[in-house]
């Protein structure tokens, strides 16, 4: 998801319209990965404590 989350911001950058279709594919990855994990507080700390993952959630709720 860094990856994701870095050719975003380079693209983003670049005013490329790529952008935006990056950051909705990673945001849709990472709930699917997301909804895997069957524990609510493990997955509380995947989304918002792992650096990436918080940044791709707050980006694709400003991006809509």
Do not use: G
């Not at 860094?2 to 911001?9: D, F, I, P, Q």
């Not at 945001?27 to 650096?51: C, G, H, P, W």
């Amino acid at each position: 998801f860094k990856v994701y989350w870095t050719l975003h911001r380079y693209l983003e950058q670049c005013q490329d319209p790529r952008a935006a279709s990056i950051l909705s594919r990673a945001y849709t990855l990472l709930m699917e990965r997301a909804e895997k994990i069957t524990d609510l507080k493990m997955r509380d700390s995947f989304l918002n404590q792992v650096e990436w993952h918080c940044q791709i959630v707050v980006a694709s709720a400003l991006d809509v």
